[in-house]
């Protein structure tokens, strides 16, 4: 029976991790596709691809200072690049004021801090303690971006609908999670293995919650605001309706019809 060394397995798990990461950032090409051909933004936000980007970065900068980083180099430089392609088209297309929000914040968030993480953890530390610190940064900003889920979740128990969680998208995150967490097990870098605890914690809560809205979601089960809303237009149609129109003859249920002075009625 073959036996696998804990380098072989770990580098199995980045592989992996690195195949899924991929599928996930490559997850918005069909809201960039409606995009594209609906020459607009549509409502559509440039945050999430912003804090993506500021992700890659930083684990990008991470990979660089510690030793036998390829394997987080690959991935991250690859959703650098394609997080940067979402955000120009989303500046392509976006209104003018959307374009400026845009530019403020990849000013402030992407270059600013990014530059005084950068700047302050080589004037502060050295060899070890940098890794480390930089190390700690990344783990910090990877629990804050898994616990953004938090607010699809409340709002599908809210309106009882998984409309705005799709299921596949929460089932690669998790099998994301779970990759990451298992290569920095193996490495010994608790500062990649232990965010994707959450994250993983975070993805089987998401597809729970899939799974007992889904038949509640097919079956077009509605807030009761909703179902309020729609039983008032119903209301305002019928009256409508049941009010004859101006030239309308109620006596004989038939119209009136404007014809020429004449003896003889018209049949």
Not at 18 to 26: E, H
Request: glycine share 6%.
């Amino acid at each position: 029976m073959a036996t696998f060394s804990t380098c072989q397995l770990a580098a199995a798990f980045g592989i992996l991790g690195n195949v899924v990461s991929f599928l996930v950032y490559l997850a918005p090409l069909p809201t960039f596709y409606r995009i594209y051909k609906k020459k607009s933004t549509q409502g559509f936000q440039a945050v999430p691809y912003s804090v993506a980007l500021f992700s890659a970065m930083l684990y990008l900068y991470y990979a660089y200072l510690k030793k036998n980083g390829i394997i987080l180099a690959t991935i991250n430089s690859g959703g650098c690049a394609i997080e940067t392609i979402y955000l120009v088209l989303f500046m392509i297309y976006a209104t003018k004021d959307a374009k400026m929000r845009t530019a403020k914040l990849l000013v402030i968030f992407n270059v600013g801090a990014y530059a005084l993480i950068v700047a302050s953890t080589f004037l502060l530390s050295q060899g070890h303690r940098r890794v480390a610190l930089v190390g700690w940064i990344c783990s910090v900003f990877s629990v804050c971006v898994f616990a953004a889920p938090l607010s699809i979740m409340m709002k599908v128990i809210r309106t009882r609908s998984v409309e705005f969680m799709p299921f596949s998208l929460s089932c690669f995150l998790t099998l994301c999670a779970v990759m990451w967490f298992f290569y920095g097990f193996l490495i010994k870098d608790y500062y990649i293995a232990t965010p994707n605890i959450l994250g993983f914690a975070f993805g089987i809560a998401q597809m729970i919650l899939y799974a007992i809205y889904r038949e509640r979601d097919n079956g077009l089960v509605l807030p009761e605001a909703y179902v309020k809303e729609i039983a008032v237009t119903v209301m305002e149609v019928g009256a409508v309706l049941e009010t004859p129109p101006a030239d309308y003859d109620t006596a004989c249920a038939k119209p009136v019809i404007d014809h020429p002075s004449t003896d003889q009625p018209i049949a």
